[in-house]
């Protein structure tokens, strides 16, 4: 089943998304405050359901995205409205771009973050990270009519497209002085995919799993045969702040584990 509530259309700079941030647009008008377990509504009744503002990325398919119908949709965004849902608790969505998502959690203007974050080290230093719920890969995709690069070795001298916040990113990074080649960084998958089929860039790096998707809608690129081990995705909230949240995402994931849901949310997009 696919969720969708109530996205807060906020600019994707950062700026703008604190001024904003925790607002709610719902059908029915309602106050919300994080830190206190009631919600009151304009009916003037009061209920137990506490409300968290979640940061995400604008656009990560099949993690997040929207739909031909204008939802806001994607693995990340089922998984956490279905563990809201076992946990009893609201969602409201900051769709920010991943850069200002991950900068409003730790400057205090949302409570979390999904968004395919990778856990790596580094991140551990500035977020708490939930149990991994999703391992990801990384793979190298160039234009479809492209027969010339087919090995890291065609790189040399070229240019490859990668988004930042990424495993795609980290792992070109991790290589580039290897086999010579520049980076050209992007804020989101869909202008990095562009500049590979504009010819700018001879190729990219993305997360497996997010670039066989937009394949098979459509997207001109093709795979290369080699994939790299990548890193897990993790929930993300700011380090010391909001472990009942925390708990509860642990707790909610390893319910929706069991009762099948979570493979039936992954499948719906992946297969």
């Not at 109530?6 to 950062?14: E, G, N, R, Y």
């Not at 279905?82 to 608790?89: H, K, T």
């Not at 790596?120 to 990270?129: G, L, M, P, S, V």
Request: net charge negative; with cysteine; hydrophobic share 40%.
């Amino acid at each position: 089943m696919k969720f969708f509530k109530s996205v807060t259309a906020i600019a994707l700079s950062l700026t703008m998304a604190m001024a904003v941030a925790g607002c709610s647009s719902t059908t029915q008008t309602t106050t919300t405050d994080t830190t206190d377990s009631t919600q009151t509504t304009t009916e003037g009744t009061t209920s137990d359901v506490k409300t968290y503002n979640i940061a995400t990325d604008t656009t990560f398919a099949p993690f997040e995205f929207s739909d031909e119908n204008g939802d806001f949709v994607g693995i990340d965004i089922d998984l956490m409205e279905a563990i809201a849902q076992d946990q009893g608790f609201e969602v409201n969505w900051q769709v920010l771009g991943f850069n200002a998502a991950v900068q409003a959690v730790k400057a205090g203007q949302a409570d979390g973050v999904i968004a395919g974050m990778s856990i790596t080290e580094e991140r551990k230093a500035e977020h708490d990270f939930s149990d991994p719920y999703y391992d990801s890969a990384v793979v190298m995709a160039v234009a479809a009519e492209n027969e010339d690069i087919t090995s890291y070795e065609d790189l040399a001298g070229k240019k490859v497209a990668v988004k930042v916040g990424t495993e795609g990113y980290n792992f070109a990074e991790s290589i580039k002085d290897q086999y010579g080649f520049e980076m050209v960084a992007f804020d989101d998958s869909n202008s990095m995919y562009q500049d590979v089929l504009v010819g700018n860039s001879v190729a990219c790096f993305e997360d497996y799993p997010v670039i066989a998707y937009g394949i098979k809608q459509g997207l001109a690129l093709k795979l290369n045969d080699k994939q790299e081990a990548g890193n897990s995705y993790g929930f993300a909230v700011a380090k010391g702040e909001n472990a009942e949240l925390l708990q509860m995402f642990n707790d909610g994931l390893a319910n929706i584990k069991e009762s099948g849901k979570y493979q039936e949310i992954v499948d719906s997009y992946t297969k």
